[in-house]
């Protein structure tokens, strides 16, 4: 079952990619001569829409679209023949759709998880031995003020600490049932390595939020995405992750890792933490965002590569050949599909394992 909810998972976010293409081919009025639920061989042609059948294949995953005159210029009304905004936008379409829906899946995520509380501090743990645990304080609790001035983030709490080291301070702490009691406690001028001042993990609790207050977390952590994977090459060549961390997968390796997921959120089912049984859902919006980004990655094959090939017609007016690019992007796919080997292949013989 968990094998057939895959299937059906990774072949949405496939279907969305290629419906991507084929949405903004039709707002630029390029034709479309087929866009097939699934992978060819064709099982059976479901209709029509203009121009393009529908085709129902026989290999039941994704989705693609086939363009007309995507590699002939001399196609009217074909791909090669649209102007170079509409084959842009036509290209960059998949990508989108993916990052979109990633987006989507993540306010969903945010709106049933919360989204952190700036406005409060609250106590993640609480280190055996610590200043913290002799002053009464738990995990759960919020500290609402140090010597009469009000909290509102870490970093205030944080300077105050550090500002009154082997001093007795007053705490005002709100337990989780909303009542509060005052306590004092003194800060260590030398903790344990690896330990703070108070010996407490700090951090923001989590509220409930809104459709508009779940939407900007999920762009945050798209831009976050974003920012990771185009910094991965310089993390590796600094050695600040290492070659197994900054691994590539592939279908394999993505069915793994589900697999995994899916036996975490059952194992949490009766969590009373939507965090702790919300992962698929997380993961799938990862998945989407990946997806979008890596084929926007300038390589020969993937769309933005394709986009890429776009740039001389654009910077000097000049069109690349057809024919050479024809070239181009065939010799990438052979070796994009060299190295889907070699990635499936590390997939199986080394399985990736979640932390």
Known sequence: ??????????????????????????????????????????????????????????????????????????????????????????LFGGPLFNLMLGITVLTVFFMQVGVPDTSKVSIFSVDSGSAAEAAG???????????????????????????????????????????????????AENPPEGKGRLGISLGNPYRDAKVNEAIPYAFDFTGYYTIRLLSLPGELIKGSISPAEARPVGPVGIYNIYSQVRELDEENATSTEPVNRLNTLFFIASISIAL??????????????????????????????????????MVGFVALLALMVIITTLDIVNPVVLP
């Open 292 to 329: 979008g980004l890596t084929n926007l990655l300038p390589l020969p094959a993937l769309d933005g590569g394709r986009i890429l090939l776009l740039l001389p017609e654009l910077i000097l007016r000049k069109r690349v050949p057809a024919r050479l690019e024809n070239v181009i992007n």
């Open 137 to 187: 304080l738990q995990a759960n609790e919020s500290i609402l003020q140090v010597n009469d001035t009000p909290i509102q983030d870490t970093q205030t709490l944080i300077n105050l600490i550090n500002a009154n080291l082997g001093q007795e301070v007053d705490l005002l702490v709100e337990r989780p049932d909303g009542t509060q009691y005052q306590t004092t406690a003194i800060p």
């Open 1 to 90: 079952m968990v094998i057939l909810e895959f299937i059906l998972v990774f072949g949405i976010l496939l279907f969305v990619h290629e419906f991507g293409h084929f949405i903004f081919a039709k707002l630029f009025k390029i034709k479309v001569e087929e866009f097939g639920f699934g992978f060819p061989p064709r099982l059976v042609k479901l209709g029509q829409f203009r121009e393009t059948e529908i085709t129902l294949n026989w290999i039941p995953f994704g989705a693609f679209v086939r363009l007309s005159g995507e590699n002939d210029p001399q196609v009217s009304g074909g791909f090669s023949d649209s102007s170079i905004l509409a084959r842009f936008m036509t």
